[in-house]
């Protein structure tokens, strides 16, 4: 049966597919939405806890006055502030260069795991630990990027709501490790996934990056169910990434097993990154968001610094 068409050549199941599209747009407009306003909320409530990323260096914005050093010239010294003492203080300027962060967070099938309803699952909480750090960068004055997006790291107003959508509707596919994409020296970058791929493998994406003198960090995001098995008798495992299915009898029985090989490729990641002059982290879905986005940041902070 040929599908009917009206006098402009429309046919009933173009209707459909164009009301479908409208639809999905629709939702994707909504979760965008959502996902920012949840994500600035978590940024807020972080930034009230930490004073941003100002930094010592090159500059005119007068940051603090601190007491004389030896390893500081004489000419340092701000002697009309220390004329009113009986110490020696130095005025320190603020670094005003900001810094450029590329965000990268992991977009395999993989991710889309949960162990229970009442949790997230881990692509929805690295797309929100993703945004809310870039809404923190940006209230800092940082420019921030999504690796392997063409446009350039940025600041100023409506970057979060730009850096969002190509989150979300750019990479709703993707690998579970980020490609080897050129960045300039002493760039930072931030890795968000459950890093559940063979380790030598992230090694050699991060150890390119590391040759550039590129810092960065690595945030392994993992369900509760995958850092201690919590099932118990008969449980049937899918693989979500074409690995097929198996059917296990007294799983309880493997447990010690499982913790092991899991605690073996954690220490693996802490090697890779300890080696390379990087940071990693480990945040559990259970856990407040909150508490993944402070450590983050402490992180790029304590990075710059080296760096420096």
Do not use: C
Not at 2 to 9: L, M, S
Not at 55 to 62: D, Q
Request: no cysteine; aromatic share 6%; hydrophobic share 40%.
């Amino acid at each position: 049966m040929e599908p009917t068409a009206n006098r402009t050549g429309e046919t009933h199941i173009d209707r459909e597919r164009a009301k479908r599209a409208e639809a999905q747009g629709e939702a994707l407009g909504e979760r965008l939405h959502a996902l920012i306003v949840h994500a600035e909320q978590v940024a807020l409530t972080v930034a009230q806890g930490v004073h941003g990323r100002r930094r010592i260096g090159p500059g005119e914005t007068f940051w603090q006055y601190r007491p004389y050093d030896v390893m500081d010239a004489a000419t340092d010294v701000d002697w009309r502030r220390s004329a009113r003492s009986d110490s020696l203080f130095v005025r320190d300027t603020e670094w005003e260069a900001a810094q450029s962060v590329w965000i990268w967070r992991d977009a395999s099938p993989s991710m889309k795991f949960a162990s229970h309803k009442t949790l997230p699952n881990k692509s929805d909480r690295a797309d929100l630990l993703a945004i809310a750090l870039a809404a923190l960068l940006l209230r800092g004055g940082e420019r921030v990027g999504l690796l392997g997006h063409e446009q350039r790291p940025a600041s100023g107003r409506g970057v979060l709501e730009r850096f969002s959508s190509h989150l979300l509707f750019e990479q709703d596919a993707g690998e579970s490790l980020p490609d080897a994409v050129t960045l300039p020296r002493n760039a930072q970058l931030v890795l968000i996934g459950d890093m559940l791929a063979e380790p030598e493998l992230l090694h050699r994406r991060v150890a390119a990056y590391a040759d550039r003198n590129v810092r960065g960090l690595i945030l392994q995001v993992l369900d509760p169910a995958e850092l201690d098995i919590p099932y118990r008798g008969r449980v049937r495992f899918s693989g979500m990434e074409g690995e097929g299915e198996e059917l296990l009898n007294r799983v309880e029985a493997l447990r010690e097993g499982y913790r092991g090989r899991i605690d073996a490729h954690r220490d693996a990641l802490r090697q890779i990154a300890r080696i390379s002059g990087w940071t990693y982290l480990l945040h559990s879905t259970e856990k407040p968001p909150e508490h993944a986005l402070l450590s983050l940041f402490e992180a790029l902070e304590h990075g710059t610094g080296r760096n420096r």
